[in-house]
């Protein structure tokens, strides 16, 4: 068991040191989000879904709180009902397009959390999302 915490702890190192700390898109899509006032929305899979959920809580309470200006900031893997009435009553594939189809507008952002980066219902997703640009 101590093998494996120590493995897993490396691991989540690795993974968080491999995260470029430049400028690069995600960072400027947040900002300019964050300035003008835009809604966030973050969502993912499994663990990932999680992380996701975390990742909005940091947005809208640690960085809001340091920032002085709140993040506009939803996680669509945290409303249970939604995402079972989508699933059952459309297909899996559609349990954050969805939301978004009610919840997004033009401007907003997106972000999908995924290890594979290819889940069909963050792909659908941000694809719906895209074409609202």
């Not at 309470?61 to 995402?83: E, I």
Request: charged share 20%; hydrophobic share 40%.
């Amino acid at each position: 068991m101590n093998d494996w915490i120590a493995n897993y702890i490396k691991a989540q190192k690795a993974a968080l040191d491999s995260i470029p700390r430049t400028r690069g898109a995600a960072l400027r899509e947040t900002r300019t989000a964050h300035a003008e006032d835009r809604q966030v929305f973050i969502f993912g899979n499994g663990g990932s879904a999680a992380n996701a959920s975390h990742f909005a809580t940091d947005l809208g309470k640690g960085a809001s709180d340091k920032l002085g200006k709140r993040f506009r900031v939803l996680s669509l893997t945290d409303n249970v009902s939604w995402l079972t009435a989508l699933g059952n009553d459309y297909a899996y594939e559609d349990v954050f397009v969805g939301q978004l189809q009610n919840y997004g507008r033009a401007g907003d952002l997106a972000i999908a959390v995924s290890v594979s980066g290819n889940s069909p219902n963050c792909v659908k997703a941000l694809a719906w999302r895209s074409s609202m640009v």
